[in-house]
């Protein structure tokens, strides 16, 4: 009975996981995944499991300490992700929940969340009152070359992807023209386009190069400007035709209330890391349909193809599998879509890959 699933350990190892395709972005390239995996033990004998992102090696040991010293307020618990999130939230009032701290609350909530799917034998989305569906994906690449990454875009379009993000920003203008105008022969007329500055323009800069881009029929412009400036976003929005998107920076719903308060975006893509894990996010999608915003998600493909089934207005799972290295059975894309797998959030870590990987 999950009612009475309570908690009796909570584990944590910290790992380098391999990316199947690096992610160069305007700040930075992504050779590696830099994970913290969170095992959440009860006393029915199942584990719940999650991992958090640290988007840099310097991250992991902060994140695993953190974790040890949570366990002590965690065993004894019965596993309640709702009341869980009120208990830290107040814990953590005075500190706040950005940074490493919102991380690591959000995806220990996605391991409660597992843990009871697990308990109860179904998948995740069928305790949230939907059932697993194929939701359309992209394909999300960093800064590429026409030329040289022809046959991976290719391969994205035999997989059946009816979309495809990569980054810019990282140059001039022309550079930018040069590989959206490569992408978009290569991926054709009928396939949407996305682009992703990872914010690395001013605003005066962003409104130039997005109205020089808009003739490749963007399907959205992603953070042009710093996540945190809602106002250049909306400065930049009301400057452009193609919609803006925004949200993976986002901290918990008041930041996602604020930034649509501001009029930032056209679009919203919450980062279950740095939303509040499922139960925020179930929130968030609220906001969201509220105001007739389409919502897609970032990462953490395994929970994204649970949450966004119930989002009402569910756009797009981002596909970049950042964790497919160490587990039994990586995500499937099957015709350019992704399906949410059980029992729990259908993970399993593959032992081996994860003592390989382990720092």
């Excluded at 690395?200 to 412009?221: K, M, Y």
């Amino acid at each position: 009975m999950t009612e009475k699933l309570t908690i009796t350990a909570l584990k944590s190892r910290a790992i380098v996981a391999p990316l199947a395709r690096p992610v160069r972005t305007a700040v930075g390239t992504l050779a590696n995944a830099p994970l913290v995996l969170i095992d959440v033990e009860t006393d029915q004998g199942v584990t719940g499991c999650a991992y958090i992102f640290g988007y840099t090696p310097t991250t992991l040991k902060a994140i695993a300490a953190f974790l040890s010293d949570l366990e002590e307020s965690l065993v004894g618990q019965v596993v309640a992700p709702a009341e869980q999130a009120r208990f830290y939230e107040n814990r953590f009032r005075l500190l706040g929940r950005q940074g490493l701290v919102g991380m690591t609350l959000s995806c220990l909530d996605m391991a409660l969340w597992d843990a009871l799917g697990k308990s109860a034998g179904h998948p995740v989305v069928r305790l949230l009152g939907g059932l697993p569906r194929p939701m359309p994906a992209y394909d999300s690449y960093g800064v590429v070359d026409p030329i040289e990454d022809r046959g991976d875009l290719e391969r994205s379009l035999e997989r059946g992807f009816r979309a495809i993000k990569i980054k810019v920003g990282d140059g001039d203008l022309m550079r930018d023209i040069e590989m959206v105008s490569g992408v978009r022969d290569i991926i054709g007329p009928d396939v949407e386009l996305m682009i992703d500055f990872n914010q690395s323009r001013t605003v005066p800069d962003a409104v130039r190069r997005i109205d020089a881009l808009s003739n490749f029929d963007l399907t959205w412009v992603e953070e042009p400007v710093p996540a945190e400036d809602f106002v250049g976003h909306a400065e930049v929005r009301a400057a452009s035709t193609p919609p803006i998107q925004t949200g993976e920076n986002w901290w918990f719903p008041q930041d996602m209330a604020k930034a649509i308060d501001a009029g930032a975006c056209d679009c919203a893509m919450p980062d279950l890391m740095k939303i509040g894990g499922i139960t925020a996010w179930i929130r968030a999608a609220g906001i969201a349909e509220t105001k007739s915003i389409p919502v897609s998600s970032h990462l953490f493909v395994e929970a994204s193809a649970h949450v966004l089934p119930v989002t009402p207005t569910a756009h797009y799972l981002e596909f970049l599998d950042i964790a497919g290295s160490i587990l039994q059975e990586p995500m499937l894309v099957e015709d350019g879509k992704v399906t949410a797998r059980g029992p729990g959030l259908g993970m399993v870590w593959n032992e081996d890959a994860v003592a390989r990987y382990t720092l």
